[in-house]
């Protein structure tokens, strides 16, 4: 492991946040989150943190066109979580603020969290949904919209920019309008009080930390937003909502007190598309037609409020992709979860 200590150019005291930021394998998408930050307008101090995760960071000389220096860490490979936690002690800001390394923070970012800090002084917990970039290839705007479907999304359609909320949210009771590619968090609640990402998750894990940490002022700020590259490919667009699903079940064994019905919801689909054939009633196909119709509604009205309605088909394919993926996904991770409970793995002697 190697480490690089650097500060904000003329930082004299401590930063108000440090942007932590863990990476593998995906320099061109880093760097265009830094240059994100370089350009954005920043009233107050700041410094950044990279975590290589299992390899080194390089950005060779496009280093230099940037305005801060960030410091590098290098860690062996680990999970995500993993690499939060391990950065953690590694912090000096008041605020710990987590972004992807696939997102980009428009110009203003930094101003907006300042205007609702001074606002709300007293919070502990802030976040704000991701948007589709705007330069976005169809493929990733028509996911973008198929993120905002109640349909496909349920109640975390909020934290990908879909739904009503149009003014901050103060003290959220709840994680699902916060995303971990946009999250500030107090330092203290991690170095002082000692809460931590859990490393068994390698999704989903803000879920979870937010579950713990429920009781305190959480706000969800709509106008905190960050641009987020979309999967474009179904490949990895299914494993990454099938890896949702499949940790959000395992959250309910470990933090039963997180358990949401709604989020059986697509299993319950899943379950039935595949009786279907057995089931001999007249009545037996009138859910699915049902769903269908409700997958249309939900597609032209996000077409419409796009100003896209050419991906209207699209958006229609990927809500049913979506509610597929995740509800084996969930049903896989009740499944394997409650295996290991009656068949515990033997200790090693």
């Known amino acids: 492991?190697?480490?690089?200590?650097?500060?904000?150019?003329?930082?004299?005291?401590?930063?108000?946040?440090?942007?932590?930021?863990?990476?593998?394998?995906?320099?061109?998408?880093?760097?265009?989150?830094?240059?994100?930050?370089?350009?954005?307008?920043?009233?107050?101090?700041?410094?950044?943190?990279?975590?290589?995760?299992?390899?080194?960071?390089?950005?060779?000389?496009?280093l230099g066109s940037l305005n801060f220096i960030p410091r590098i860490i290098t860690t062996t490979r680990m999970t995500p979580a993993a690499?939060?936690?391990?950065?953690?002690?590694?912090?000096?800001?008041?605020?710990?603020?987590?972004?992807?390394?696939?997102?980009?923070?428009?110009?203003?970012?930094?101003?907006?969290?300042?205007?609702?800090?001074?606002?709300?002084?007293?919070?502990?917990?802030?976040?704000?949904?991701?948007r589709t970039v705007e330069r976005a290839h169809w493929n990733e705007k028509a996911i973008g919209l198929t993120l905002h479907s109640p349909l496909a999304t349920a109640t975390t359609r909020f934290r990908h920019g879909g739904g009503s909320i149009q003014k901050p949210i103060p003290e959220v009771s709840q994680e699902?309008?916060?995303?971990?590619?946009?999250?500030?968090?107090?330092?203290?609640?991690?170095?002082?009080?000692?809460?931590r990402f859990d490393e068994r998750f390698t999704r989903n894990e803000e879920n979870v930390l937010l579950h713990e940490l429920r009781h305190l002022k959480m706000f969800f700020d709509p106008a905190l937003f960050v641009y987020h590259r979309r999967k474009t490919t179904l490949r990895d667009k299914g494993r990454a909502v099938f890896k949702s699903g499949f940790f959000r079940a395992k959250s309910f064994f470990l933090y039963p007190g997180s358990v949401s019905f709604e989020f059986f919801v697509p299993s319950a689909f899943l379950i039935y598309l595949l009786g279907l054939?057995?089931?001999?009633?007249?009545?037996?196909?009138?859910?699915?037609?049902?769903?269908?119709?409700?997958?249309?509604?939900?597609?032209?009205?996000?077409?419409?409020?796009?100003?896209?309605?050419?991906?209207?088909?699209?958006?229609?394919?990927?809500?049913?992709?979506?509610?597929?993926?995740?509800?084996?996904?969930?049903?896989?991770g009740l499944i394997s979860?409650?295996?290991?409970?009656?068949?515990?793995a033997r200790r090693q002697t």
């Open 176 to 195: 699902r309008q916060l995303i971990l590619c946009n999250l500030w968090i107090k330092r203290s609640l991690f170095v002082e009080q000692g809460h």
């Open 337 to 344: 979860q409650r295996t290991a409970m009656v068949f515990p």
């Open 277 to 332: 054939p057995l089931l001999r009633v007249d009545w037996a196909a009138v859910p699915l037609f049902t769903y269908f119709v409700l997958n249309s509604f939900f597609a032209i009205r996000i077409g419409i409020g796009g100003r896209e309605l050419k991906l209207i088909p699209a958006i229609i394919f990927y809500q049913f992709f979506i509610n597929l993926n995740y509800g084996a996904g969930f049903m896989w």
């Open 1 to 62: 492991m190697y480490i690089i200590w650097a500060m904000q150019p003329g930082l004299t005291q401590m930063p108000l946040c440090t942007i932590v930021i863990v990476t593998r394998a995906r320099s061109a998408l880093l760097l265009s989150c830094l240059k994100s930050i370089g350009e954005a307008s920043k009233p107050f101090s700041f410094e950044v943190l990279i975590v290589g995760n299992g390899e080194e960071v390089s950005l060779g000389s496009e």
């Open 83 to 130: 690499a939060r936690n391990f950065a953690l002690p590694m912090t000096r800001g008041q605020f710990i603020c987590f972004l992807d390394d696939d997102v980009e923070i428009p110009p203003q970012y930094f101003e907006r969290f300042q205007a609702t800090f001074s606002e709300y002084p007293h919070l502990d917990i802030l976040g704000g949904p991701d």
